[in-house]
């Protein structure tokens, strides 16, 4: 959403080069949506969708808990205020060292998947509480995280036994339906199999008390996506299908869904071409792009909606790529996208819905340019 004061901010500052502006009161208004929707959960901001300490802050201030998956994540979110109980170490593959390092900070939350995981989080944060990250298939989500992460709900059940033998607090199982996701009924699915683990650890005498229903809550990009506020009825109808009247503490790790659509990225059009006189697509190259912040443009993946000056005249099939001497750096050509035809070299373009998974994921020089810089208001 590109804001007023993101307008004025560009307006009189100009920045030159491409950079994101991110309005810091559209994030206020995802977090408050998100309590509202979902009022019995607690949020966990998923800080790798975007660290800003300005964010963190702001977040901190509202009362948001954090999911990191480094030490130096931990560290951001205990500058920007967080208080250790706030914090969840949610990535599954840590050294241990690093655990030691959290649980020294006061971290006492940590996610696994696997008993080697379990052993290492026994040893270096003894007593801690654990969640086991199950499987799902990441079906309907437009950047789905696979494999990867978790394990089959029947072994989620041993790796939780094997944390309560080994005195940790064998707290809830957790799962992520896959970032970008539209499909409303994929959280049932995964809440299904969550009761599945509770049941399996209830017949040994171990009763976990949490769910952590991860992120994957959706920004708008060209398509409409369902509100907040559906998500959060779809989820609470689940939960009381599965869980009966014994509904568990439940956590969500909203991460695109809390800063996507804050940010814009201001970009430039370096050159229009074509390959041949009778080429039926042009080439439009802009000054960022995969390696710039772009990245979730991989496989097409992430559509993102390019705003021009030129809006509402003739448009024509474009092929989109980044300003790098590197092939792969091409946005979209499977799928060519339709651009003004009075479309010039020199013109600015917003890129929007970019707060989320664009600022880190810019390389630091390759071919010389510069990470993308970033402007939160
Ligand atoms: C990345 C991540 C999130 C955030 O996912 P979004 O789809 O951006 O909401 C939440 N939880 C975990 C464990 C993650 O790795």
Redesign the pocket.
């Known amino acids: 959403m590109t804001t007023q004061r993101i307008i004025d901010f560009l307006n009189t500052r100009r920045p030159d080069g491409p950079c994101m502006v991110l309005d810091l009161d559209i994030v206020r208004e995802n977090y408050l949506g998100f309590e509202k929707a979902l009022p019995q959960s607690r949020i966990f901001y998923?800080v790798?969708?975007n660290p800003a300490p300005e964010i963190l802050h702001l977040l901190a201030s509202m009362g948001s808990s954090f999911?990191t998956?480094s030490v130096a994540e931990v560290e951001m979110a205990l500058n920007a205020g967080a208080t250790p109980d706030r914090i969840s170490y949610?990535?599954t593959i840590k050294k241990e060292r690093d655990i030691k390092r959290a649980y020294e900070y006061g971290v006492r939350l940590y996610?696994v998947d696997s008993v080697e995981e379990v052993e290492k989080v026994a040893r270096a944060a003894p007593g801690s509480r654990v969640f086991c990250?199950i499987l799902t298939d990441g079906a309907g989500a437009e950047?789905p995280?696979s494999r990867k992460?978790g394990c089959v709900p029947a072994m989620a059940g041993d790796v939780l036994r094997v944390a309560h033998q080994l005195g940790l607090h064998a707290y809830g199982v957790?799962f992520?339906v896959?970032?970008?996701?539209t499909d409303l009924t994929s959280w049932d699915r995964a809440l299904e199999e969550a009761k599945t683990v509770f049941d399996d650890l209830a017949s040994d005498g171990i009763y976990p008390s949490m769910v952590n229903m991860?992120?994957?809550?959706p920004t708008r990009y060209l398509k409409d996506v369902p509100t907040a506020q559906a998500y959060g009825e779809a989820i609470f109808e689940s939960l009381s299908k599965h869980f009966g009247n014994r509904l568990p503490e439940t956590i969500i790790?909203?991460?695109?869904?809390?800063v996507g659509n804050a940010g814009v990225i201001k970009a430039e059009v370096v050159l229009i071409s074509r390959k041949a006189d009778n080429d039926n697509v042009r080439w439009v190259y802009l000054d960022i792009g995969k390696f710039g912040g772009l990245a979730e443009t991989m496989d097409e993946a992430i559509r993102y909606q390019i705003v021009t000056s030129h809006d509402g005249g003739e448009t024509e099939p474009s092929v989109l790529a980044g300003p790098t001497c590197d092939s792969a750096d091409v946005m979209y050509e499977k799928t060519p996208y339709p651009l003004p035809v009075s479309l010039t070299i020199g013109d600015e373009v917003l890129i929007e819905g970019t707060g989320?998974?664009t600022t880190t994921y810019s390389a630091v020089a390759f071919n010389g340019f510069e990470p993308l810089r970033a402007y939160i208001i």
Do not use: C
């Not at 896959?178 to 996701?181: A, C, I, K, R």
């Not at 790790?253 to 809390?258: L, T, V, W």
């Open positions: 998923a790798k969708a999911d998956a949610g990535n996610a990250r950047w995280l992460f957790s992520h896959g970032s970008q996701q991860g992120g994957g809550f790790e909203p991460g695109r869904g809390m989320a998974y």
